[in-house]
C-alpha cells in the first residue's frame, strides 16, 4: 500500500497566487485531515473530514478551502496565498476509532513558500 | 491554556539514559496519540492509546484517563532515538497536538 500521498513536497507562490495541494489515501480510511506546522506553534488542524461528502473546520481554516467527493480524496485549496500561509502542511488519514489498532498515517508533508 | 501539554520541551541525554516524556490533556479524547518526527522529515505514528500500556521495542506508553496523563518511557536510549515526539488526542475524526518534545542523545 502507498498510505499517504502528497503532492507537491515543495511549492513556491507568488502572494495572491492560487493553488490545491493534493491528498490521497489507498486504506480506504473514512477520516482525513489537513495540518499546517509552523515553528514555535507546533501542527494545528485547518480543516477535516469524516467521510465522503462531509468536511468541518479546524482551529486555522481561514484562506482555506476543502472538499472531499471520495473517500480517497482530500485535496486542500489555498485561494489567495499570503506569506503568513508560508508552512509545512501534512495531510493525514485513519480509520474511525475503535475500527483499528493502528493510529493515524500521515504524508510526507508539503513545504510551502510564498512569497 | 493549550488542550494538551507536554513536559519538558527539551531534552537532552547520554546514550543509555531512560528517558520520560509526559503528556496532559484537558479535553474529552477518543485516545491519545505518540507521534515521531526526525528533523526535516515526516511524521510517523508510533503508540495509539485508549487505556493501560504498550510497548514496542524500547518504547513504552502509558496512559491514566482518570488523571488525563500519558507518558512515553524510551529504555536505554541511543543517538538514533533523537527526535521531536509529538503528543496528540484524537477525537471525531480529528487531531489536537501538544508541541512536542526535542530529544537529543549523545554517544
Known amino acids: 500500500n502507498a498510505g499517504v500521498t502528497q503532492t507537491p513536497k515543495f511549492q513556491v507562490l507568488k502572494t495572491g497566487q492560487s493553488m490545491t495541494l493534493q491528498c490521497a489515501q489507498d486504506m480506504n480510511h473514512e477520516y482525513m485531515s489537513w495540518y499546517r506546522q509552523d515553528p514555535g506553534m507546533g501542527l494545528r488542524l485547518i480543516h477535516y473530514?469524516?467521510?465522503?461528502?462531509?468536511?468541518d473546520q479546524g482551529e486555522v481554516p481561514n484562506g482555506y478551502n476543502v472538499s472531499r467527493s471520495t473517500t480517497e480524496d482530500f485535496p486542500l485549496r489555498l485561494l489567495s496565498a499570503a506569506p503568513s500561509q508560508t508552512s509545512v502542511y501534512f495531510c493525514?488519514?485513519?480509520?474511525?476509532?475503535?475500527?483499528?489498532?493502528?493510529?493515524?498515517?500521515f504524508g510526507s508533508g508539503t513545504r510551502l513558500t510564498v512569497v | 491554556k493549550n488542550e494538551v501539554e507536554q513536559s519538558p520541551q527539551n531534552l537532552t541525554a547520554q546514550e543509555g539514559e531512560f528517558i520520560t516524556i509526559n503528556c496532559s490533556y484537558s479535553v474529552g479524547i477518543s485516545a491519545l496519540h505518540w507521534l515521531q518526527q526526525h528533523p526535516g522529515g515526516g511524521i510517523v505514528s508510533l503508540f495509539m492509546l485508549s487505556s493501560g500500556k504498550k510497548k514496542h521495542g524500547r518504547l513504552i506508553a502509558t496512559i491514566n484517563i482518570q488523571e488525563k496523563h500519558s507518558s512515553l518511557h524510551i529504555t536505554a536510549s541511543h543517538p538514533r532515538d533523537s527526535a521531536v515526539y509529538i503528543c496528540?488526542?484524537?477525537?471525531?475524526?480529528?487531531?489536537?497536538f501538544g508541541t512536542g518534545t526535542r530529544l537529543q542523545v549523545f554517544p
Open positions: 493525514a488519514s485513519s480509520p474511525p476509532h475503535g475500527t483499528t489498532i493502528y493510529g493515524y498515517t
Open positions: 473530514s469524516v467521510g465522503a461528502g462531509i468536511t
Open positions: 496528540a488526542v484524537s477525537g471525531a475524526g480529528k487531531l489536537i
